[in-house]
């Protein structure tokens, strides 16, 4: 049997869980965006798929059954409400050191973007991508040893990933590292006007 460059990827990666975080409420969309219609599939099953392809173990981060597919379990927030309380569940709840997030919410998730997210984490609890416009927690990789201060945080009722991100080693991935074609890879969809006008213009 021929050896795919993922199956090389899958053993080289396998301290390191894949989590699907989709325990947000969509506010902004006005009704659920994992289950959007998006090029004849569900806008979910885009980052779930990369996140299969790439390591032995995935599961839901959030209250989402309704997600479930085979061998691919929910699980709900332990902290509800923000996308810090979702990293804290994928990360209590992985039984490898490692997780590897992606949202429910992106329609062109990149493989080139998430391998080298992965080559970059010996030596640091997270790792990062960062662009111009901000950083991009939910695509990003995280070691249980961030889990004691994202508790703390949860705890104190304080949810900026900005303020947890200065209590602990990140290694930013800045865009002039990142792939040619990174801000589609990185793009997510919050409200109908940004879906209409992907439709229309998938470019």
């Not at 460059?5 to 994992?34: E, P, Y």
């Not at 479930?68 to 409400?81: A, F, H, L």
């Not at 080298?116 to 040893?145: C, M, Q």
Request: hydrophobic share 35%.
């Amino acid at each position: 049997m021929q050896i795919t460059h993922n199956d090389k990827f899958r053993t080289a990666s396998l301290d390191v869980t894949g989590v699907l975080l989709a325990g947000g409420k969509s506010r902004r969309m006005g009704h659920d965006k994992a289950h959007l219609d998006f090029e004849g599939r569900p806008l979910f099953s885009k980052s779930l798929d990369l996140l299969r392809q790439y390591f032995l173990t995935v599961f839901i981060a959030g209250d989402r059954p309704d997600l479930v597919i085979s061998e691919i379990s929910s699980i709900p927030d332990i902290y509800p409400g923000s996308a810090l309380g979702g990293l804290y569940t994928g990360l209590h709840s992985a039984k490898t050191d490692w997780i590897f997030v992606a949202p429910c919410d992106m329609p062109y998730p990149d493989a080139r973007i998430l391998e080298l997210i992965l080559t970059y984490r010996n030596g640091t609890d997270a790792v990062v991508p960062r662009t111009p416009g901000g950083y991009e927690p939910v695509f990003a990789l995280y070691n249980k040893s961030c889990l004691l201060y994202m508790e703390k945080m949860l705890q104190e009722g304080q949810f900026r990933i900005y303020d947890f991100y200065q209590q602990i080693k990140v290694r930013y991935l800045d865009w002039q590292e990142l792939p040619v074609g990174w801000e589609r890879a990185l793009l997510n969809i919050n409200t109908p006007e940004q879906l209409d006008r992907l439709k229309e213009d998938p470019t």
